[in-house]
């Protein structure tokens, strides 16, 4: 009884921060979507590239992956920008048989920086093995005759905790400032926004970066627990794609929601179902979106927000 | 005069004809996939050759004969090796055949020199039908797949005595043939098989998994993964604080200096299998990775010292048989009882089995964040460490 309760939570902490994690990588790629109309397939890649940032900086110049938050999204927020600018801007205005090309664009962006980074780094993996990495807390330090034991790793929590902070932050920047505002009004009708005296093409370039410096600080909170390879992207781009389609495009409070039902959903199919059964879980849970909920979450929290 | 003059010339004669004989090389093809997929591999087991050639024909090669060897490229392609290996049995007429990597074309060039009653000597080629197929001229110096874990079962049986086993394996071919394998061996043993996971390689988080594992408390966890996956595994073992009694590697991730690295304390007392290591007692063997490291500036694997070995072998083999012919060869092959760097080699008819090499697989145990080995004891480079301490015990 208490081993299936400690099972069941511990897989429901596992899920949770998990999912905190992923949110932080929909974010970015919902936030491209609504301004755009776009989804941007080099999500995952980029993530890549900000990790080897960080993966760079820990073992050049010891600096701690977190600290790194400081350093490689803005780096990423500049490379976003000069994406979005120097590549993606001219494809937008090119008339094409294909009404789409500016997402080939991006895969094809994606596979450039992948090959990149396989000629410059090698395919071999890398981690930054920080010190910390093992060190949780456990229910038994503080509660001492716990019929339970649960643990909560340090570092799994403090990425869920700036995770939830750099979110934070991201709403009020959206719904406080100017340039969030103009980004919203973008996103919600470009050429409303146009004849206000929004300038759209600059808050597209503004968006892309932001896109790209919320994954590029994805990957600094994803290395101290994880892993890097060349080839890491696609995995990662495959799962904001599925968080966007769950969250319901476009919408900031529906990827925060995707990312942690997708969190717990793939914690709980491992455990109850076998991890072995996880990628077919992802996949289920983003056909049943698109069947089910062709608007996502936002659409329900929409809707309940009109019944009130 | 003219009788030292005659005397002179028939002794210089007689010099230049044995001088001749003493040139005489025995030229030896060796097929390699020295490009492609496998060609990381087949660059370490050919450096490994080219030391060993380099030793034998310092001390005199066979009878006096100077090896050479010539490499061809067969890409890891069955179809290659084996249009390489038919070509120099019948053309170049090759009394004897070596080499090769990946099991597949190992599988191909034995056929052939089989056909052609040719003796062909198996390097770090492990699917276990190779040398199962009643092949009469076919060799294997490496332990085969089915008996990789031995000397962790040994080790378990001995020390360990555990009533429970839970088995964590990727899902890919490697991982779960080696997990199928040990299942098998452990229900042999009277272990129960509490649990057998498999998991996607590349995954973030394997808590779920590991609190369900620790739900069901083994003695041994088992894990199959590469060296990345087998640094989180152990990293979140570590941070869920399960406690098994012993956590066990099979070789592969578990069993390279990076999986030290990455896990750093959680790696601790982690105990792997593995085929060889440079502490091993066996004469050569320390010597050889020295000199590997010092030329090429990189660690030699256990593929390495078994090329480095098998080269020995054969010319052992050669500089013991009657004649350059292949029968004559064969005979001297399986008459082998000699010792190498990677271990004992003599080719038994034993299992089901013909002509393999068996040896008793090693165990290592991360100690002081160093790969000791610690199984069979006679081996032993430092003494192992059991049973090992709990998480909370730990520092």
Known sequence: MWVQLEVFLQTLIAGILLGGLYALIGIGMTLILGVMKIINLTHGQLMMVAMYIAFWLFSLFHIDPYVSLLIAPPLLFLLGMFLQKALINPVLRVESILPHNQVILTVGIGMVLQNLATIFFTSDYRSTPVDYATDAWYLSDFWHNAPFELSLSYPWSVSFLLSVLITTALWFFLTKTDTGKSIRATAQDRDAAMLMGVNVGFMRVITFGLGAALVGAAGCLFIPIYYLFPALGSQFTLIAFVITILGG?????????????????????ATYVGMGWAPVGRFAIFVAALVFLPGGVASLLKRKAVSK | MRRTAALLLALLLVSAWSGLAFAKDIVLAVPLPLTGAQAKFGEIIKKSYEIAQEEINAKGGVKGDKLVLNFEDSQGKPEIARSIVEKLIDVDKQPVVFAEYTSACAKAVAAVAEERKTPYLVVASAADEITQQNYKYVFRLNPSNAYYASGLLSFMANVVKPQTIAILYESSDFG?????????????????????EKYEKGAVDF??????????????????????????????????????????GGAAGFAIPEFVDNAKDAAEFVVTATLWSPQVPFPGAKEYFEKYKGKYGSEPSYHGALAYSSLYVIADAL?????????????????????????PAKFQDKDGYQNQNFMETLVLQVIGAKHQTIWPEKYASAKYVFPIPKWRDRK
């Open chain 2, 207 to 248: 808590k779920p998994i590991l609190s369900k594992v620790k739900a069901a408390n083994p003695d041994v966890i088992y894990m199959v993964s590469y060296v990345m996956d087998a640094a989180l595994l152990m990293r979140q073992i570590k941070e869920l604080r399960i406690d098994a009694r012993l956590f066990a």
């Open chain 2, 319 to 343: 500089s013991r048989s009657k004649s350059m012919k292949q029968d004559d060869i064969r005979d001297a092959l399986k008459a082998t009882d000699m010792m190498t760097a990677f271990g």
């Open chain 1, 249 to 269: 495009l476009g919408s900031t409070m529906g990827a925060i929601l995707g990312g942690l039902i997708l969190g717990v959903f793939e914690s709980m199919t």
């Open chain 2, 176 to 196: 779960t043939s080696g997990a199928e394998e040990m299942a098998k061996s452990a229900e042999k043993a009277g272990m129960k098989v509490l649990l057998k």
